[in-house]
């Protein structure tokens, strides 16, 4: 670790002694370039900024709380060790980050699978992966933001109250499902019930309302 000040850019300079507040007020990439210094204060505001979003990333795919957590731990560790690899020129540091946990939980997923880590009907739901499902090239893919906005909208209409407020929770809010229980004061399993079969229902919903505005926008053309 080195003992002299690190300048950043022309406004910035940071010294050993830089408290954590300082470091808070850095950008994503001047605290990279920390890291790359070996900075390891630096890690500690990055992942103040990100851990979420990167829990989000890894429970999406991943489907559990434990192995969401312990990877995003690994995520931020490979993000220190990985710094000096991060090229500026091609995205944002949180593009990078985001990319990297990403990635990182396709591998664990399919580690998991093989190993039978998952009950059949968690299987469905790690391989369900975002809500939306992909309707090319008129169905999905073709709405506007209003229309998939109400699409949206419908799915989570036709979710019991509790499987659409575990969902909520879950996805705007980054929750863990055993964080949900404690707000909700429900037991572990039964909000995870709720999370894996409204899920499944909100796919469900999203896969026909695609499908129908597929035949429409085919049957408009068709009439053209």
Known sequence: MTSQSLPLTASVELSPSTTHAEF???????????????RGEALGSLFDRYFRLVLC??????RDAGEAEDLMQDVFLEIYRRACLFDASKGSAKTWILQYAYHRSMNRRQYLIARRFYRSEEISAVEL???EPSYSPNGWDGLTSEERRR????????????Q?????????????IKEIAERMGEPVEQVRSYYYRGLKKLRDVLHETGHKQEAATRAAGAAD
């Open 24 to 38: 808070s007020k850095l950008t994503d990439e001047e605290l990279i370039s920390l890291m790359k210094a070996e």
């Open 57 to 62: 990333v890894a429970l999406r795919i991943l």
């Open 129 to 131: 992966g975002r809500w």
């Open 151 to 162: 699409m949206l909208k419908k799915g989570m209409e036709s979710l019991g109250d509790k």
């Open 164 to 176: 659409k407020r575990v969902l909520e929770l879950a996805y705007s809010e980054g929750l863990l």
